[in-house]
């Protein structure tokens, strides 16, 4: 059984950097894409990147110059950070598993993670 | 890169059918069959209902169907149930990137 399961902070100041890392348990590590999405409170989502285990990465044009997704094979882990935050930036953010090679879509999820950002 | 267009809202009756739509460009929806489809309920992570267009997971019912014609999908589910009665977001490769729909909350009358 797969899972995804992500930590981080919750709560920042404007200008600081978010930082979430997502574990995935069971299942091949690098065979699979990896990936971050969010959600402001009420809203959509939102895909911001992705990572496979070759460290090639992706990313939402208009967060591109914020945004570092990295990757730590040897823990099977994934991580995101994020510079410079706003109150804008405000979101659940979900981990998240992709399975690519003529196909496309997000299979398994974490639990998502609500960070807050204000002074 | 927009979102992909979906209505804000759809209802229907028990029983009934429901489509809601997701409108993109020739370089997302309609350029690759990588279209999918999540069901969110409130606080939860979203659930994969429909992958590579019309292509149901295993323990997905059959009630759940999915359908392109050009740079539109759509996802049709009948049999109306009240559990029914959450969001959906269509999401669709485009190479490089990826676009999710901006959501649609379905009402079971």
């Known amino acids: 059984q797969v899972q995804l399961q992500q930590w981080g902070a919750g709560l920042l100041k404007p200008s600081e950097t978010l930082s979430l890392t997502c574990a995935v348990y069971?299942?091949?590590?690098?065979?699979?894409?990896w990936n971050w999405i969010r959600q402001p409170p009420g809203k959509g989502l939102e895909w911001i990147g992705e990572?496979?285990?070759?460290?090639?990465?992706y990313y939402n044009p208009s967060l591109k110059s914020r945004v570092t997704i990295s990757v730590d094979t040897s823990k099977n882990q994934f991580s995101l950070k994020l510079s410079s935050v706003t109150a804008a930036d405000t979101a659940v953010y979900y981990c998240?598993?992709?399975?690519?090679?003529?196909?496309?879509?997000?299979?398994?999820w974490g639990q998502g993670t609500l960070v807050t950002v204000s002074s | 890169q927009s979102a992909l267009t979906q209505p804000r809202s759809v209802s229907g009756s028990p029983g009934q059918s429901v489509t809601i739509s997701c409108t993109g460009t020739?370089?997302?929806?309609?350029?690759?069959?990588?279209v999918s489809w999540y069901q969110q309920h409130p606080g939860k992570a979203p659930k994969l209902i429909i992958y590579?267009?019309?292509k149901r997971p295993s323990g997905v019912p059959d009630r759940f169907s999915g359908s392109k014609t050009g740079n539109t999908a759509s996802l049709t589910i009948s049999g109306l149930q009240a559990e029914d009665e959450v969001d959906y977001y269509c999401?669709?490769?485009?190479?490089?990137?990826?676009?999710f729909g901006g959501g649609t909350k379905l009402t079971v009358l």
């Open positions: 990572i496979n285990h070759s460290e090639s990465t």
């Open positions: 999401c669709s490769y485009a190479g490089k990137y990826v676009l």
């Open positions: 590579d267009v019309s």
């Open positions: 998240a598993r992709v399975t690519g090679s003529g196909t496309y879509y997000f299979d398994y």
């Open positions: 069971g299942g091949s590590f690098t065979t699979y894409y």
């Open positions: 020739s370089s997302d929806v309609g350029g690759y069959n990588y």
